[in-house]
């Protein structure tokens, strides 16, 4: 089974900041690698897909980059409706979650 | 309007069985592969299952494998989950999800189960 492991678990910033989250396969997954926020009470929410493509509709201030085995996850300026749980997700053999990265407001 | 709509959800005792339900609109649901996916209270998404748009391939994790079946009516543009066996541990919001490609693009809001005597 490939493990996705996520960093870090939580992460507080002010409105404003760069925000990167990281995600490392454990194994070489290519570029096969989702992105979600997930906000207490609500469905997840697809942002990036294969490592690096954004979901239509997503601002453009979330990006993603990588391949192989470890991936980044980057909000460029963070708004307060960012404020959310985000999980990397690999679909190269079946799927995986990763643990999550809450994110909070400083 | 895209829609998925989940029910069948509610409070079961250890070993019993419960039937999930996931009702897709405004989607072509026969040319679509359905996930479901759990998130236990507190803890993270898990991947549960999946049925491929044919509805011949299907895929457990391994923590439901042998005590949940997944299957779909597309001519009611519907898939289920039907879990045996049930444990506390499966006590979660199940979440079913369309996938175009591999991305969970749609997702609807899901339906509580608890596992509880």
């Known amino acids: 089974d490939i493990q996705m492991t996520q960093s870090p678990s939580s992460l507080s910033a002010s409105v404003g900041d760069r925000v990167t989250i990281t995600c490392q396969a454990s194994?070489?997954?290519?570029?096969?690698l989702n992105w979600y926020q997930k906000k207490p009470g609500k469905a997840p929410k697809l942002l990036i897909y294969?490592?690096?493509n954004l979901e239509t509709g997503v601002p453009s201030r979330f990006s993603g980059s990588g391949s192989g085995t470890d991936f980044t996850f980057t909000i460029t300026s963070l708004q307060p409706e960012d404020i959310a749980t985000y999980y990397c997700?690999?679909?190269?053999?079946?799927?995986?979650f990763g643990q999550g990265t809450k994110l909070e407001i400083k | 309007q895209i829609q998925l709509v989940e029910s069948g959800g509610g409070v079961v005792q250890p070993g019993r069985s419960l039937r999930l339900s996931c009702a897709a609109s405004?989607?072509?649901?026969?040319?679509?592969?359905m996930h479901w996916v759990r998130q236990a209270p507190g803890k993270g998404l898990e991947w549960v299952s999946v049925?491929?748009?044919?509805?011949?391939?299907?895929y457990y994790a391994d923590s439901v494998k042998g005590r949940f079946t997944i299957s779909r009516d597309n001519s009611k543009n519907t898939l289920y989950l039907q879990m045996n066996s049930l444990r506390p541990e499966d006590t979660a919001v199940y979440y079913c999800?369309?996938?175009?490609?591999?991305?969970?693009?749609?997702w609807g809001q899901g339906t509580m189960v608890t596992v509880s005597s």
């Open positions: 194994e070489d997954i290519s570029s096969y």
């Open positions: 049925m491929w748009y044919d509805g011949n391939t299907k």
């Open positions: 405004g989607i072509t649901f026969s040319s679509h592969g």
């Open positions: 997700q690999q679909y190269d053999n079946l799927y995986t």
């Open positions: 999800a369309s996938s175009g490609g591999n991305a969970f693009d749609i």
């Open positions: 294969g490592a690096s």
